[in-house]
Nanobody
């Protein structure tokens, strides 16, 4: 059984930083991808950043490129999303998700099978 547990959400002022963590269990080997998604009120769930655990290839949405960094610590079965220079528009519920993957990383919500519980990130102006 695959499970994902998130932590690290909270309230920060604009310009601040947060780091989200996602501990993944249930996969065998590294043939999976981890994605970070967010959903703001009234908006669709969107892919923010995704990574292949085996190859380390990554994807970033234009809105966060240069500010957010995704990483995967395979020894600890943990993915991190480091968020810097946060702005109020980043306010959303952030989800980590996982899927079986053998190569190219896709960062589309419907492609992912397993989801964390979500973490609220609120950025005040």
């Amino acid at each position: 059984e695959v499970q994902l547990v998130e932590s690290g959400g909270g309230l920060v002022q604009a310009g601040g930083s947060l780091r989200l963590s996602c501990v993944v269990s249930g996969f065998t080997g590294n043939d999976y991808a981890i994605g970070w998604f967010r959903q703001a009120p009234g908006k669709e769930r969107e892919g923010i950043s995704c990574i292949s655990s085996r190859f380390g290839s990554t994807y970033y949405a234009d809105s966060v490129k240069g500010r957010f960094t995704i990483s995967s610590d395979n020894a600890r079965n943990t993915s991190y999303l480091q968020m810097n220079r946060l702005v109020p528009e980043d306010t959303a519920v952030y989800y980590c998700a996982a899927k079986q993957a053998y190569g190219r990383v896709w960062c589309i919500p419907y492609e992912y099978d397993y989801w964390g519980q979500g973490a609220q990130v609120t950025v005040s102006s």
